[in-house]
């Protein structure tokens, strides 16, 4: 009977002029032709394919790659499916005749880069491939037409963010199983249509709040939850429970199996059932700072700054001036508290202020800097003014830098006392130290 039947449907296809591909099943439902090849044995697309086909599946065959010519001409094409075969790479202009596609299954291959044009894709399925990363412009053709985006199971660290944000129609998202390590704040806000979100064993270890969260019925386990409510699940990720998920945590849902990670003594416990209290965050505590630097002028300053706290502190560096200092042409400012001045210049001296904070305060530290004028010695002796030109002088001038408590041995000579100490520098460490510090440099020359 199903000889029969399949006869027919062979006699269809071969009436209206088209040979059905060998061992396929093509399916002339008019007006519209579908062709099923699944598990043929293929190693390319066929070529003998009706090019008004409506939907054309390929799946589970052992195809490597996706040419410019296979899918050439079928602009009546809606659905294509190409979940699991071998492919490993995709033309860029494989699908770019496919003008009314609307749903591509490409889930179970060898993937690793993405870059698709087509203007009315609905459902783009990358499930189990290895994508480590998406361009930022991969999904720009279709990024108000999309419904449905399965990313899941691949090695994805980072995700087009941005891109994701103006999937405006976006109803399911799934990112689950992969290597995601921060979501950033804001981005589902415009997603109103996001009904599903599935970010299931990544790496994250907080989750932003997000208008959208809000949208998460507050009893999930209740049945017929209102359509415009939301599905979010993220079990699986190393979570860090501390006072930035509480917000989650007042959500007070009890359908997945969340557990938390850290810190220590909330590890491994059940997210749903650690009290509110103890979602806590400490305040940064300085716990290393540079001490007073004493520095010759036109020199490197590196100035320390290091705070703890839960979540890590960031630091942030403030000149004598009061200005907030940023990374610019002789500022370098790191994520670790550490604040590099290129060249430093006598208007640097002064107090430098930092100033560590996180969600739960902040705390300040000031660190000393005097920047020392070149003694104007140098300037009096027969030698060259040119410090290129002199080459032992800038060996010296690298290792000038002293700081407080100062190793009084060093540079303790006799003839220090030929030595005019700088006013600046004076009246900041006293007669002693600041000869010891300076004529250390008038020592060598
Ligand atoms: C597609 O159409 C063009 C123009 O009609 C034709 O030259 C070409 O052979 C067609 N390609 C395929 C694969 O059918
Ligand atoms: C440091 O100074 C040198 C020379 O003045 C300059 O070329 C370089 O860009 C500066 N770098 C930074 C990070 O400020
Ligand atoms: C400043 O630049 C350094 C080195 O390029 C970088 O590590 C640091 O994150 C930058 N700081 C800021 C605040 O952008
Ligand atoms: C901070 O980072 C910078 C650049 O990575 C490095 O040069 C500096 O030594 C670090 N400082 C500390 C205190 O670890
Ligand atoms: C830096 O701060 C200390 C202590 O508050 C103060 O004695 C000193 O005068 C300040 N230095 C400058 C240059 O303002
Ligand atoms: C060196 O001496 C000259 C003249 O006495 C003066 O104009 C110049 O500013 C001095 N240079 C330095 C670096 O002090
Ligand atoms: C001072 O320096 C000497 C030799 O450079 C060293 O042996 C000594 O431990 C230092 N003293 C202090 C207090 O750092």
Redesign the pocket.
Known sequence: MERLWFSLLLLAAVCRGQPCPKRCMCQSLSPSLAILCSKTGLLFVP?AID?RTVELRLQENFITAVRR?DF??MTSLLHLTLSKNTISQILPSAFSDLRRLRALHLDSNRITVIKVSLTNLRHLILANNQLHSISPHAFDDFLSTLEDLDLSYNNLIQVPWETIGHLTNVNTLNMDHNLIENVPQGVFTNLHKLARLDMTSNKLKKIPPDPLFLRIPVYAKSKGSPLSSLVLSFGGNPLHCNCELLWLRRLTREDDLETCASPSDLSAKYFWTIPEEEFICDPPVLTRRSPLTIIMEGQPASLKCKANGDPEPEVHWISPEGRLISNGSRTLVFPNGSLEINVTSQKDSGNFTCIASNAAGESTGRVEVVVTAVPHLANSTSRSRDPSSEPALSDILTSSKVSLPNNETRGADRRVSLMRPDDSCLKHLGLFECMTAKCFFLYFL
């Open positions: 070529t090019r010519k050439a001409n």
